[in-house]
Nanobody
Framework: QVQLVESGGGSARAGGSLRLSCALSRYTYSTYCMGWYRQAPGKKPEGVASIYTPDGNTFYADSVKGRFSISHDKAKNTLYLQMDSLKSEDTAMYYC?????????????????WGQGTQVTVSS
């Protein structure tokens, strides 16, 4: 089973930036699709962004399009989420994930593996 470890969360002011990182323990066919989702208190999980690493194709939720950027460093097998122009509604626990249940890569994917999460808090 792949292990995922997130880092980089914290607090920021509205309009500010944060970068999340996620180190994955292995890179195989099942982990080619990687993504980030978030969950705010009392709300359902929301897909934020995904990337199909063999070709770099990316997918974003409408709520973050133009503000967030997902990327993957193959040499380090580390997934990133650059978050700019942060808004208070971005406040949530953020999780990195991989190995989509239905083998399809998209922002709404459901996952077989995910990390422990990292908190992002944006104050206005």
């Amino acid at each position: 089973q792949v292990q995922l470890v997130e880092s980089g969360g914290g607090s920021a002011r509205a309009g500010g930036s944060l970068r999340l990182s996620c180190a994955l323990s292995r890179y195989t066919y099942s982990t080619y699709c990687m993504g980030w989702y978030r969950q705010a208190p009392g709300k359902k999980p929301e897909g934020v962004a995904s990337i199909y690493t063999p070709d770099g194709n990316t997918f974003y939720a409408d709520s973050v399009k133009g503000r967030f950027s997902i990327s993957h460093d193959k040499a380090k097998n580390t997934l990133y989420l650059q978050m700019d122009s942060l808004k208070s509604e971005d406040t949530a626990m953020y999780y990195c994930a991989t190995d989509p249940l239905d083998l399809q890569c998209g922002v709404s994917s459901e996952w077989n593996a995910w990390g422990q999460g990292t908190q992002v808090t944006v104050s206005s």
